[in-house]
């Protein structure tokens, strides 16, 4: 089934218990722990690749987001899945929004533009002035070429690698020039 709660849906089925998962034909490819799930208020149980703390310490990864991006897809999220007691921790597709790789303005969301001077292209708005022009989880910066982007918000390396293409990766720092006076924190910076 397609589960369309979420960005681009994703390929499932509905199950009772974890022995379920990976029971269909090509389901699981890896060794990965998936797990049987309830999700958000669907009243279904749903198999997931699972990122609890245990899964991450198997694959020697620290983060759970670069867990998911590595072991699903670069578009993946580590999340609480949400229906009450039964919680868990899966990875399921994100929201590609800012910072996202594009070829072409059509790749990106929510009415972003694709600056393609930068290598994998980014997602983007130009021409900010505030923080506010740029939306949630994104800072308006200005470039190395003297013009004003919105640039997303990170805390991790992983932040980075989210919704873009192997060996096209942006940095995390905070080493930029915010156009907004008295702002802070690190963006994911593409080399323009």
């Known amino acids: 089934m397609c589960l369309d709660r979420v960005q681009g849906g994703y390929c499932t089925h509905t199950c009772q218990d974890d022995s379920e998962c990976c029971s269909a034909a090509g389901e699981c490819s890896t060794t990965h722990t998936e797990v049987c799930s309830p999700f958000e208020s669907t009243g279904m149980n749903m198999c997931f690749l699972s990122c609890e703390k245990t899964d991450l310490d198997a694959a020697k990864v620290t983060d ?48 972003l533009t694709c600056i393609t001077t930068v290598s994998g292209g980014y997602c983007g708005k130009k021409d900010c002035t505030v923080n506010a022009d740029c939306g949630k989880d994104a800072a ?32 995390c720092t905070q080493t930029v020039k915010f156009a907004e006076a008295g702002t802070a924190g690190s963006v994911c910076a593409p080399t323009l």
């Not at 899945?81 to 800012?98: F, H, I, M």
């Not at 190395?144 to 989210?162: E, L, M, T, V, W």
């Open 64 to 111: 759970d987001q670069e867990y998911c991006q590595r072991f699903a897809g670069s578009s993946f999220i580590c999340r609480s899945s949400g229906g009450g007691a039964n919680n868990r921790k899966v990875c399921v597709p994100g929201d590609c929004s800012v910072g996202a790789g594009c070829a072409k303005d059509t790749d990106c969301t929510g009415g």
């Open 140 to 171: 308006c910066v200005t470039a190395a070429d003297g013009k004003n982007y919105c640039y997303k918000s990170c805390q991790s390396p992983a932040d980075c690698s989210f919704c873009r293409a192997t060996g096209t990766t942006t940095t």
